[in-house]
T-cell receptor, first 111, second 112 residues
Framework: DVKVTQSSRYLVKRTGEKVFLECVQD?????MFWYRQDPGLGLRLIYFSYDVKMKEKGDIPEGYSVSREKKERFSLILESASTNQTSMYLC??????????FGDGTRLSIL | EDQVTQSPEALRLQEGESSSLNCSYT??????LFWYRQDPGKGPEFLFT???AGEEKEKERLKATLTKKESFLHITAPKPEDSATYLCAVQAPIQGAQKLVFGQGTRLTINP
């Protein structure tokens, strides 16, 4: 079975902090994705990567950056956390033209 | 613009009471339609992929169907453990990869 592991289930940070969310997949997938999920807005794509060191903006990249130094690891970075970034963050991975498989999410609160 | 609309937002059924969830979509060049199940506090779990109108997929009490404008998730004789939020997503091409556009989900509750 595909396993996508997100480093923290719950995280509380302060406004202005730099925040790192980590995601690791064990299936040698080419593609990795970061989403946020908010009530009434559904899942929205923040960034994705289709290869090591490659990254592309999704629908809502403002305030975020990403890093993919190794194929199995994809990091989401909040450069200067703000309260409107309080959300559930979901990481996913897939091979080309295959279903995306998700981790269990990180519930991030920015105070 | 690619768009997915799911209805109803919430559905409450008695155990054994069959029903259907709807997913309407507009996308420029459908590459696939996906159904996921999401339990509270968990990430979405993949259920089905449908690629072309007329296609059907089944898994236990669930059956997904696809037309050119919508998909249905039919639930036959549901049990309380089928309670979850069901998400529909369409796949559209994006540079170097493929993007999923999600609907807002249908929250299904099955009462014993």
């Amino acid at each position: 079975d595909v396993k996508v592991t997100q480093s923290s289930r719950y995280l509380v940070k302060r406004t202005g902090e730099k925040v790192f969310l980590e995601c690791v997949q064990d299936m040698d997938h080419e593609n990795m994705f970061w989403y946020r999920q908010d009530p009434g807005l559904g899942l929205r794509l923040i960034y994705f990567s289709y290869d090591v060191k490659m990254k592309e903006k999704g629908d809502i990249p403002e305030g975020y950056s990403v890093s993919r130094e190794k194929k199995e690891r994809f990091s989401l970075i909040l450069e200067s956390a703000s309260t409107n970034q309080t959300s559930m963050y979901l990481c996913a991975s897939s091979d080309w033209n295959q279903p995306q498989h998700f981790g269990d999410g990180t519930r991030l609160s920015i105070l | 613009e690619d768009q997915v609309t799911q209805s109803p937002e919430a559905l409450r059924l008695q155990e054994g009471e069959s029903s259907s969830l709807n997913c309407s979509y507009t996308v420029s060049g459908l590459r696939g339609l996906f159904w996921y199940r999401q339990d509270p506090g968990k990430g979405p779990e993949f259920l089905f992929t449908l690629y072309s109108a007329g296609e059907e997929k089944e898994k236990e009490r669930l059956k997904a169907t696809l037309t050119k404008k919508e998909s249905f998730l039919h639930i036959t004789a549901p049990k309380p453990e089928d309670s979850a939020t069901y998400l529909c997503a369409v796949q559209a091409p994006i540079q170097g990869a493929q993007k999923l556009v999600f609907g807002q989900g249908t929250r299904l509750t099955i009462n014993p």
